[in-house]
């Protein structure tokens, strides 16, 4: 069973849903970011001509709806939108990177507790023969690294969606990670499976 497969598994019901707004928020949030770049260009070109109408003559419509503004004024109102459209990016994508750390820290919430339901329901002879403090530090150990894993999972993503691909080094990084998380989700399948 493929790695992914396995941590999908891993989450209840409630954090399925909860990655499904997530991956939504990703591409909203994607978009923003293709936005802002997009509009980039545009916005030189609107610094740089001395007359964007003769360039452009499908913008004389647009200008006459604004009064027919200056050079200046038309360079003014532009920056404007691009300071606009940017400082909305970045409170969008604050609130994605809280939303993606809310999602984690529920998702190591959650195996946190059913792991140790699933040491508490053992035998008294499960007990005897290990050290407590032993089962709760791999247990955090785990869920840490696990969590920790899964949320670098969650920037890469992101990343490669703003960009649009992942270069071979950063593949290479997220099979690593996969690959940690495909351990820590086979202990910790393990464990609740008992």
Same mark, same amino acid.
């Given at each position: 069973?493929?790695? =992914?497969?396995?941590?999908?598994?891993?989450?209840?019901?409630?954090?399925?849903?909860?990655?499904?707004?997530?991956?939504?928020?990703?591409?909203?949030?994607?978009?923003?970011?293709?936005?802002?770049?997009?509009?980039?260009?545009?916005?030189? =070109?609107?610094?740089?001509?001395?007359?964007?109408?003769?360039?452009?003559?499908?913008?004389?419509?647009? $200008?006459?709806?604004?009064?027919?503004?200056?050079?200046?004024?038309?360079?003014?109102?532009?920056?404007? /939108?691009?300071?606009?459209?940017?400082?909305?990016?970045?409170?969008?994508?604050?609130?994605?990177?809280?939303?993606?750390?809310?999602?984690?820290?529920?998702?190591?919430?959650?195996?946190?507790?059913?792991?140790?339901?699933?040491? $508490?329901?053992?035998?008294?002879? /499960?007990?005897?023969?290990?050290?407590?403090?032993?089962?709760?530090?791999?247990?955090?150990?785990?869920?840490?690294? /696990?969590?920790?894993?899964?949320?670098?999972?969650?920037?890469?993503?992101?990343?490669?969606?703003?960009?649009?691909?992942?270069?071979?080094?950063?593949?290479?990084?997220?099979?690593?990670?996969?690959?940690?998380?495909?351990?820590?989700?086979?202990?910790?399948?393990?464990?609740?499976?008992?």
């Amino acid at each position: 069973m493929p790695a =992914a497969k396995k941590r999908w598994l891993l989450i209840d019901r409630d954090l399925r849903r909860a990655a499904a707004v997530l991956s939504g928020l990703m591409l909203a949030g994607m978009f923003l970011e293709t936005l802002g770049l997009g509009l980039v260009v545009p916005a030189l =070109a609107l610094l740089m001509q001395q007359d964007p109408v003769a360039k452009y003559p499908a913008m004389a419509s647009w $200008l006459g709806h604004l009064g027919n503004p200056t050079r200046e004024q038309l360079a003014i109102f532009g920056m404007f /939108f691009l300071v606009g459209v940017y400082a909305v990016k970045a409170l969008f994508l604050a609130f994605l990177a809280w939303r993606q750390s809310w999602f984690v820290g529920r998702l190591q919430a959650s195996l946190g507790q059913r792991l140790f339901a699933g040491y $508490l329901k053992q035998p008294y002879t /499960f007990h005897l023969q290990r050290n407590s403090a032993q089962l709760i530090r791999n247990t955090i150990h785990q869920l840490s690294s /696990f969590a920790a894993t899964f949320q670098q999972e969650l920037m890469l993503l992101t990343e490669a969606l703003v960009t649009g691909h992942a270069s071979r080094r950063r593949i290479a990084w997220c099979d690593r990670c996969g690959e940690h998380a495909r351990i820590g989700a086979q202990e910790i399948t393990f464990v609740l499976r008992r």
